[in-house]
């Protein structure tokens, strides 16, 4: 006999997040609750790589706003993303003077820095998730292979880019990261810590 798959529901999983805590992130995509713990310090240095490469890029070309999670996200009805970077469109307007997660209804780009617990989740589940959401483009970055897996809504395959990596939204020039040094960077920075 099949084992009884529960499905949640995104009240329920809004109630075990506790807003004190930033860990482990609840996700819910297609009824199913995805936990992941903290991630490792190699994930953290990469996201943080990331998000000064796009902060400095989306000060130069406005086309949005480049966020982390922990997030709450609803794309699509019923469902909870927190990807590990974000860029929110520009268009999006807060409905207040703040931004509140409600107001995100869609993403010029989501990341996933792949950790050990997450290489399925992130490479199928929520790349199937951003793309049926309409996310411009979806990057799964692996560290330890030091490649970006780069889908878009024009490919059923992914670019690997190994060396460089270009983002180019509707708009704006062009974003070019050297991904050879971004990842000796990161390399450095973990030989710092001891790693």
């Known amino acids: ?3 009884i798959r529960r499905r949640w529901t995104t ?16 996700e819910l995509i297609g009824g199913e609750l995805l936990v992941t713990p903290a991630p490792r310090g190699a994930h953290q ?12 890029y989306l000060g130069r070309e406005p086309v949005g706003t480049v966020v982390t999670s922990p997030a709450d996200l609803e794309l699509q009805p019923g469902t909870i993303t927190q990807p590990d970077i974000f ?9 207040g003077d703040q931004l509140e997660w409600s107001d995100v209804t869609s993403l010029l780009l989501a990341v996933e820095v792949l950790s050990p617990s997450s290489l399925r989740t992130d490479r199928v589940e929520k790349r199937d ?5 309409n996310v411009a483009e979806y990057w799964v970055v692996d560290a330890d292979a030091r490649i ?5 809504l024009a490919r059923e395959t992914p670019l690997i ?14 974003l070019v990261v050297d991904l050879t040094a971004l990842f000796e960077r990161v390399a450095v920075k973990l030989g710092m810590l001891g790693r």
Do not use: K
Not at 148 to 152: A, D, K, S
């Open 1 to 3: 006999m099949p084992a």
């Open 11 to 26: 009240a329920e999983v809004r109630s075990l997040m506790g807003e004190s805590r930033a860990w482990p992130r609840y």
């Open 129 to 133: 998730f951003y793309m049926d959401a």
């Open 148 to 152: 970006v897996e780069r889908w878009t």
């Open 45 to 56: 240095l990469v996201v943080v790589e990331l998000v000064v490469l796009l902060y400095e």
């Open 87 to 95: 860029v929110v469109p520009a268009t999006t307007r807060p409905a």
């Open 161 to 174: 880019a190994r060396d460089q990596l270009t983002w180019a939204p509707a708009g704006a020039e062009p």
